[in-house]
T-cell receptor
Framework: DGGITQSPKYLFRKEGQNVTLSCEQN?????MYWYRQDPGQGLRLIYY???????QKGDIAEGYSVSREKKESFPLTVTSAQKNPTAFYLC???????????????FGSGTRLTVV | ELKVEQNPLFLSMQEGKNYTIYCNYS?????LYWYRQDPGKSLESLFV?????AVKQEGRLMASLDTKARLSTLHITAAVHDLSATYFC???????????FGKGTRLHILP
């Protein structure tokens, strides 16, 4: 079955550490997205990528970095510059702009990151 | 900048009752999406509304879109406990391959 796989499901980070969240899709979707969700809040866009080797900052990109070397993969690195990284992180994808209009996003199952 | 507002943000209701969740947005858009999220889980697509006057129904949920009023509604008929979840609306920006989400409506249905 096609879908989006996020790993790990739970991740613990020590102060000053960088950590990388994995997002892989086998849907042959062009566009991929990273969102952050805090308790009682909506989803805030961190980064998105419409094609391989290209990505754009979202609304809260500071302290995060991404890469898009393959169509299937869009890893997110939470750097030590992100002062409050504890949150639920969701990866999503869409076919392309035309597909987004018709189908919206497909979401992964999420990674819960906690600073210890 | 597109802003999406949902209300109410929290709703507690009895089983068997009807209620409506509202989603207002600030700039022109023809496309709106509704998602459901169970606690600790990912988002599941419920409805995609692609034109003014669009209405879609699935079971006890019905969504509609009025692009002139910049308003979508999610109506719940004869609520059951299984519909307890957080419901998000999201609106296409008309510019990029991205959509903007509201803060979500946390729905709690009492048995």
């Amino acid at each position: 079955d096609g879908g989006i796989t996020q790993s790990p499901k739970y991740l613990f980070r020590k102060e000053g550490q960088n950590v990388t969240l994995s997002c892989e899709q086998n849907l042959n979707h062009d566009a991929m997205y990273w969102y952050r969700q805090d308790p009682g809040q909506g989803l805030r866009l961190i980064y998105y990528s419409q094609i391989v080797n290209d990505f754009q900052k979202g609304d809260i990109a500071e302290g995060y970095s991404v890469s898009r070397e393959k169509k299937e993969s869009f890893p997110l690195t939470v750097t030590s510059a992100q002062k409050n990284p504890t949150a639920f992180y969701l990866c999503a994808s869409s076919i392309d702009q035309k597909g987004l209009l018709t189908y919206g996003y497909t979401f992964g199952s999420g990674t819960r990151l906690t600073v210890v | 900048e597109l802003k999406v507002e949902q209300n109410p943000l929290f709703l507690s209701m009895q089983e068997g009752k009807n209620y409506t969740i509202y989603c207002n947005y600030s700039t022109t858009s023809d496309r709106l999406y509704w998602y459901r999220q169970d606690p600790g889980k990912s988002l599941e697509s419920l409805f995609v509304l692609l034109s003014n006057g669009a209405v879609k129904q699935e079971g006890r949920l019905m969504a509609s879109l009025d692009t002139k009023a910049r308003l979508s509604t999610l109506h719940i008929t004869a609520a059951v406990h299984d519909l307890s979840a957080t419901y998000f609306c999201a609106v296409d920006t008309n510019r990029d391959d991205k959509i903007i989400f509201g803060k979500g409506t946390r729905l709690h249905i009492l048995p």
